[in-house]
Nanobody, 120 residues
Framework: QVQLVESGGGLVQPGGSLRLSCEASGSIIQLFDMGWYRQAPGEQRELVAEIGRDGSSNYRDSGKGRFTISRDNAKNTVYLQMNSLKPEDTAVYYC??????????????WGQGTQVTVSS
């Protein structure tokens, strides 16, 4: 099993910044792709950004130029730096990790989510 613990969400004014963190723990052999998704009320969950173990990344168009995803493989942690936030970025942000553990086959795990609210 893998536990993903997110932090860094909160309330921010339009144009502000937040940095989300997600640490993976458990009986991990290898972490593959890690990413951030978000879900606004009444909407489907959507990919925000993802990053491979080698650092290669891709972003949803709405976040390009504003969001930066990074990871620290030694700490099993993925980050999402969000700048120039807009009200439409308001959502619950979920961490996702593709992981192989000692007890289970490769599987994609989800965190509990952290609320990001952009409002004046």
């Amino acid at each position: 099993q893998v536990q993903l613990v997110e932090s860094g969400g909160g309330l921010v004014q339009p144009g502000g910044s937040l940095r989300l963190s997600c640490e993976a723990s458990g009986s991990i052999i290898q972490l593959f792709d890690m990413g951030w998704y978000r879900q606004a009320p009444g909407e489907q969950r959507e990919l925000v950004a993802e990053i491979g173990r080698d650092g290669s990344s891709n972003y949803r168009d709405s976040g390009k130029g504003r969001f930066t995803i990074s990871r620290d493989n030694a700490k099993n942690t993925v980050y999402l730096q969000m700048n120039s936030l807009k009200p439409e970025d308001t959502a619950v942000y979920y961490c996702n990790a593709d992981a192989l553990t000692y007890k289970l086959p490769r599987y994609r795990y989800w965190g509990q989510g952290t609320q990001v609210t952009v409002s004046s």
